[in-house]
């Protein structure tokens, strides 16, 4: 039951993102709103139907000419940030056609919330590093976007700026630290990466430790890397 819910949640993100670009009238705002609630439900129900079940479980392997091939797993682990999502989607979907106006801006908006919306699920069900990372490039952008909702406004466009440019500084530093568990893993595989962590030697742990550390660092606005997240 976990994977249909899963599946509807990104549906209704989909649906939601195809709706709001009607925006500028207000019945298609609160369409907007309401399908993205209704996602968010759809996620944190899937959610904790995720952590109930107490084991992974594998919910699509595909194939993609451009990047691979796309893996997506309900994991324990994941499930308490994918309810953490949804009770997000559902209280902006319920609150947000009260906050936005109709008009072109909303439209842009809605369709980029949904969007990262999807890609933040995407994230977080991402089995292995391919996925992983168009996911949360994927993300990067969408939220890049969020911060421009008002450009108009005095230091708007710098913030955008900060996060954009901080984030891919961040992601490259992803992008490395995967390259080394990857290939002394032998393995795209994420739980294949994590169970053999204790044969990869302690300089090259290491060294993926601190990657990692700096470049979700940039992202999650430790401090003394934060300096985006006031601006933005």
């Known amino acids: 039951m ?11 993100w989909a649906l939601a993102a195809v709706t709001g670009l009607a925006g500028a009238r ?7 709103g309401w399908t993205t609630a209704a996602g968010g439900a759809a996620a944190l129900v899937g959610g904790i139907l995720m952590a109930l079940g107490g084991h992974p479980t594998g919910t699509l392997q595909g194939s993609g000419s451009m990047v691979g091939t796309l893996a997506l797993r309900a994991t324990p682990l994941a499930a308490a940030f994918v309810v953490l999502l949804g009770l997000v989607a559902l209280a902006v979907g319920i609150y947000a056609p009260r906050y936005h106006s109709p008009n072109s801006g909303t439209a842009t908006y809605a369709v980029v919330l949904d969007a990262a919306f999807v890609a933040s699920l995407a994230v977080l069900l991402a089995a292995d590093v391919t996925t992983f ?14 911060v421009l909702r008002y450009r108009a406004r005095p ?37 294949t990466i994590a169970a053999h962590a204790q044969r990869i030697s302690l300089g090259w742990r290491t060294a993926a430790f601190l990657l990692a550390l700096l470049g979700f660092g940039f992202k999650a ?6 300096i985006w997240l006031p601006a933005a």
Do not use: C, K, Y
């Open 221 to 226: 606005g430790l401090v003394p890397l934060h």
């Open 133 to 146: 990372l168009v996911a949360w490039e994927s993300m990067t952008l969408a939220s890049a976007l969020l």
């Open 155 to 191: 230091g708007v466009a710098n913030g955008a700026f900060l996060f954009l440019a901080l984030g891919e500084a961040g992601f490259v530093m992803i992008v490395a630290a995967f390259v080394i568990l990857a290939t002394q893993s032998h393995s795209m595989d994420l739980a």
């Open 26 to 32: 207000r019945p298609a705002v609160w369409a907007w």
């Open 2 to 12: 976990t994977a249909p819910l899963l599946w509807a949640a990104a549906a209704a």
